[in-house]
């Protein structure tokens, strides 16, 4: 199977403690892109790469997010000095630049910070 | 500001017959429009998408349809299936500009499908 795969796909963690999840996308694609779902709403963007580059990052990825993406190949999403409120479904997808615009996602990393 | 909604959380549909999930949007700019189907623990899977220059697009059970005068769009699942029971999520995207294909969801609809 070459979609996009994640790791790990559950994380429990202290409040306090770093974090960081790793992205594999389908391997021609050069577009990446994290969104974390909380539960009862739709998926919020974070953040986009194109190949290694860091094209957008949304409001809601504080100082204490960084994503990575070093040789446009797989990505991490690191989160430190994690609160409560950071529990919640991360999600990345990847997608083809020229052939559509159609995002293809993995399973997911489920956060949970006690 | 949630600029794509579904304002229906749940819709219950009998086996066989057809299912019509909503969406509305706000913003002007987005161009480019997509169906995601979602089960418990797993990540969004790709249904079905449909560009404004055209009103409908179908792809076996799933058709979309799309009114831009209106800035809204449904899912339409001709005949339903229990296995179609899951969470929809509209999303839309603005392609051109800085906006890099991002997508914007709605809230999701939860459809049950009973035998």
């Known amino acids: 199977d070459t979609g996009v795969s994640q790791d790990p796909r559950h994380k429990i963690t202290k409040r306090g403690q770093n974090v960081t999840f790793r992205c594999d996308p389908i391997s021609e694609h050069n577009r990446l892109y994290w969104y974390r779902q909380t539960l009862g709403q739709g998926p919020e963007f974070l953040t986009y790469?194109?190949?290694?580059?860091?094209?957008?990052k949304s409001r809601l990825l504080s100082d204490r997010f960084s994503a990575e993406r070093p040789k446009g190949s797989f990505s991490t999403l690191e989160i430190q000095r994690t609160e409560q409120g950071d529990s919640a479904m991360y999600l990345c997808?990847?997608?083809?630049?020229?052939?559509?615009?159609?995002?293809?996602f993995g399973p997911g990393t489920r956060l949970t910070v006690l | 500001d949630q600029q794509v909604k579904q304002n229906s959380p749940s819709l219950s549909v009998q086996e066989g017959r057809i299912s019509i999930l909503n969406c509305d949007y706000t913003?002007?700019?987005?161009?480019?429009f997509l169906w995601y189907k979602k089960y418990p623990a797993e990540g969004p899977t790709f249904l079905i998408s449909i560009s404004s220059i055209k009103d409908k697009n179908e792809d076996g059970r799933f058709t979309v349809f799309l009114n831009k005068s209106a800035k809204h769009l449904s899912l339409h699942i001709v005949p339903s299936q229990p296995g179609d029971s899951a969470v929809y999520f509209c999303a839309a995207s603005a392609r051109g500009g800085t906006s890099y294909g991002k997508l914007t969801f709605g809230q999701g609809t939860i459809l049950t499908v009973h035998p």
């Open positions: 997808a990847s997608s083809l630049e020229g052939v559509g615009d159609t995002q293809y």
């Open positions: 913003n002007s700019m987005f161009d480019y």
């Open positions: 790469f194109q190949n290694e580059a860091q094209l957008e």
